[in-house]
């Protein structure tokens, strides 16, 4: 493929870019007030500038091993997210006063 043109895939690509650049300082700025007491609130501040650069080159170069690449990154992304909304999703239970499943007490 060449990108003599804009097409749809190429700036959906760069909005997807862009999106995660603002993403990472959002989650960066939001697990360093809570001191990343969790080494799990690493992966999305460690990913993210990592997911915004290579949409960028991406959407500046295309070769098909960005292609693939891209989309392994996207799909590791969708498993990571799972994963935080399942970490936030306990911890705002715990924070509710519902006890962890961790905790012994019956």
Known sequence: ???????????????VSLAFLMMSIQVTMF?????FHHKAMWVPVISSPIFF???VILTLYNVSWLHTLFMAL????????????YFHFRGGGV???RRSQGSGAS
């Open 74 to 85: 996207m799909w590791l992304g969708v498993v990571s997210g799972c994963i935080g909304f």
């Open 95 to 97: 924070r509710v006063g």
């Open 1 to 15: 493929m060449n990108w003599s043109m804009w097409s749809i895939e190429r700036v959906l690509i760069l909005f």
């Open 53 to 55: 650069l290579t949409g």
């Open 31 to 35: 697990h360093y007030r809570q001191n």
